[in-house]
Nanobody, 121 residues
Framework: QVRLVESGGGLVQAGGSLRLSCVAS????????MGWFRQAPGKEREFVGA????????YYANSVKGRFTISKDIAKNTVYLQMNSLKSDDTARYYC??????????????WGQGTLVTVSS
């Protein structure tokens, strides 16, 4: 069984920061990466970035590069998404998901409930 629980969303002013958390439980896929995705109202879900579960490699979408940072605490089975310099375009529900390392492919198609981030301008 795979379970992912996101938290940390909220309302923030443009230019502000938030840190999201994703706790994984059940089966842990050590050869995969943990990815962050987001879906804004009326838009398709898009990839934000990911971190390899083993190792320290991270990779990001161009739209968030330099503003968002992904980190992890393996002992807590938790991945974080630090979001700085937030813009109104970052408003979305954010999800984490297991992805094939080095890619944004989510073959398990398993998602948490997401956490809502609203950036006011």
């Amino acid at each position: 069984q795979v379970r992912l629980v996101e938290s940390g969303g909220g309302l923030v002013q443009a230019g502000g920061s938030l840190r999201l958390s994703c706790v994984a439980s059940g089966r842990i896929f050590s050869t995969y990466a943990m990815g962050w995705f987001r879906q804004a109202p009326g838009k398709e879900r898009e990839f934000v970035g990911a971190i390899n579960w083993s190792g320290i490699s991270t990779y990001y979408a161009n739209s968030v590069k330099g503003r968002f940072t992904i980190s992890k605490d393996i002992a807590k089975n938790t991945v974080y998404l630090q979001m700085n310099s937030l813009k109104s375009d970052d408003t979305a529900r954010y999800y984490c998901a297991w992805v094939v390392a080095g890619s944004n492919r989510n073959p398990l198609d398993t998602w948490g409930q997401g956490t809502l981030v609203t950036v006011s301008s």
